[in-house]
């Protein structure tokens, strides 16, 4: 099975335009454009995710990890080496709390979800409170820890372990600028101008977050002494891995390795997008989620259901497919008797946006129910001073 | 008595060589070359401290106080009318600790002593280990918090009342990182580079400490309602205070109000320096004392007793004469006593310097005996997490 999927991945890479690159824009603040992934890899100087990696991956994975959601890496075989020594290892993924969550964030958070339940390690989630409130201009700090507060109950609710889950904020965790402060003092005002893009117009505390950021990188080991961290995330984040790997080194703590996911599909169109315009928020009710599917889905499928049957619709430009496929269908054979009935026009497009409705307010129902259980045991979950 | 000594002031002002403006550099970083204070007023846009403003000062007033080493101000006049009114006043005084304390600091920290002696306002104490760990190269975060520790118990030490006295150190009441961002996101990069001189090889914990600093001047705003505090600085301080002066009203917090010191004399001679180059540390013993008195502190007596007993001495050049004035001599008539023995050369520059001695020593075992007492009852003061 796992071949067929690999397969699958490599060819929908290559459907992409080849000129993408030149039009694509990725810095750590902002992604634009459609990403050519094989050349992101080149640019970033980071190494593929390929097949014999893959297959050192211990299952069970979940949609986004086994269907070639994560593309990319930087010493992953270093981590799971370190892991099959029986080494102490741990698992990082942040947060920008600048809005409330959408399904698109699901598909990050299922990558240390799954390496916490397969691997049983600590998960970090360091929620970057500060970040947000320094570059986001209107948005006032009583807005920011509305988010945070939010944000932590949806990303804890995918069903995190609280005895293996260290949550914290900058803005209430603020032990942590004491280590950031030791961080600071390795970053030169001309590094990160050159690393982040700053510009002399940015506030000071946004020309200091990239030590926060590294802080948060490296906060396992801060804490809990060296040892091998693996970071899930988008690939435009990835200046900030490559500066914290350098800066890593300066405090004898091993180099953090990386994972890096492809963006999520905006619900519009299947063009990676991190925005969420239009997106399915986890909060929304299950008549708004049947609305925006019916209204925005991108679909694959042909004008008329006669030229569908006909021709048959394609899913990999489908959004309500693409979501099945990296998030919502677990059971791969399902998977792959919508993607034959999709494209021999057997099924439609209105049938797979029904299916789709189904199983986003089947997976937000059981979400609210996790998410209320999270909020009364938090305290489990929070470091503060 | 008052005008007596308000007219010594402007007499020693006007000793100073007229092109001592050209040869100064006065920086928040670096204080260089001799200094010309009627000149900083200009330069900095502040107000002299005029005899109208100096006669409002009430009694008791400490020697740096009442012998002219406050200088110039900026809205002293309002801190005044607002204690006159009965408002809620308070005064600040930080510290930045990257070595031990001498002799030439008590002269700062006399003066909020004395705000609250005679106005009974509280006195905070911010400590800024987080800015001499970003600004000095090779001082270590376990050196900062031991000279954070011991100037602290130093200052303290001086008679500041546990009740009305709130110290606090950036490592430690991090609490305060919260606040700062608030103020960091109301500074560019390009305004605190203007301001501070920053460049792009400074790293950005330095490039953020403005921030730090200008919440530490509106932190007793930010945890006790807007206010007037006043803050007594040396000149060379002063962009900091305009800069937060600026921020205080995005904040709907008043102005802080300063009062600005004269630069303690270096040991060995009276242009007024910060650096403590063979200075009198308050840690050292009798004879170390004696020791760098005869041999180090720059004397205004003439080069042989004859010349002396012919010609007299000049007591506004001579250290040992200079801090018995600025601070260890509190007595007046004592003082006038050793001006006229001075100048008449009855009192050789030998017999000064053990009078001086032994001022000092005296000082120096009651100033070790009260920090005793502070070091067991430290809890009393800190703003801790």
Request: aromatic share 10%; glycine share 6%; proline share 5%.
């Amino acid at each position: 099975m796992k071949k067929a999927i690999l397969d699958n991945r490599s060819k929908e890479i290559s459907t992409e335009k080849s000129d993408a690159a030149i039009r694509m824009s990725v810095t750590p603040w902002e992604v634009e454009g459609e990403i050519n992934y094989d050349k992101l890899i080149e640019e970033f100087g980071t190494r593929p995710l390929d097949s014999h990696l893959f297959s050192r991956l211990k299952d069970p994975m979940p949609p986004p990890v086994k269907r070639g959601m994560c593309f990319s890496h930087r010493d992953l075989d270093k981590w799971l080496d370190a892991y099959d020594n029986g080494d102490k290892v741990s698992v990082l993924s942040g947060r920008g709390p600048s809005e409330k969550m959408h399904i698109g964030h699901l598909t990050l958070y299922a990558i240390p979800k799954y390496f916490q339940d397969v691997y049983k390690c600590t998960v970090y989630i360091p929620v970057s409170d500060d970040e947000k409130f320094y570059v986001k201009e209107d948005l006032e700090i009583e807005d920011v820890e509305m988010f945070a507060n939010d944000n932590i109950l949806d990303i804890l609710a995918m069903g995190f372990d609280p005895n293996k889950t260290i949550v914290h904020k900058d803005f209430e965790h603020t032990k942590i600028y004491k280590y950031a402060a030791q961080v600071a003092k390795k970053i030169t005002y001309s590094t990160a101008k050159a690393v982040f893009g700053l510009k002399a117009e940015n506030n000071i505390g946004w020309v200091f977050y990239p030590a926060m950021q590294a802080t948060h990188i490296l906060y396992p080991q801060f804490i809990e002494g060296q040892h091998l961290t693996l970071v899930p995330i988008g690939i435009d984040q990835d200046p900030f891995i490559r500066a914290t790997r350098d800066i890593a080194e300066k405090f004898g703590f091993q180099k953090p390795a990386t994972i890096h996911k492809k963006l999520a599909p905006g619900l519009e169109g299947p063009k990676m997008s991190s925005s969420g315009k239009n997106a399915i928020w986890l909060s929304d009710d299950e008549a708004t989620v049947a609305n925006k599917v019916h209204r925005y889905a991108f679909s694959g499928g042909q004008p008329s259901v006669k030229e569908h049957r006909e021709k048959g619709g394609n899913p990999d430009i489908d959004v309500s497919f693409l979501y099945l496929k990296y998030f919502f269908e677990e059971d791969d054979n399902k998977l792959e008797q919508i993607v034959r009935g999709y494209r021999d026009g057997s099924l439609l497009s209105g049938e797979l946006k029904e299916y789709f409705i189904e199983k986003v307010n089947n997976y937000l129902k059981e979400h609210r129910r996790r998410r209320e259980i999270v909020a009364k045991n938090i305290d489990k979950y929070m470091l503060r001073d």
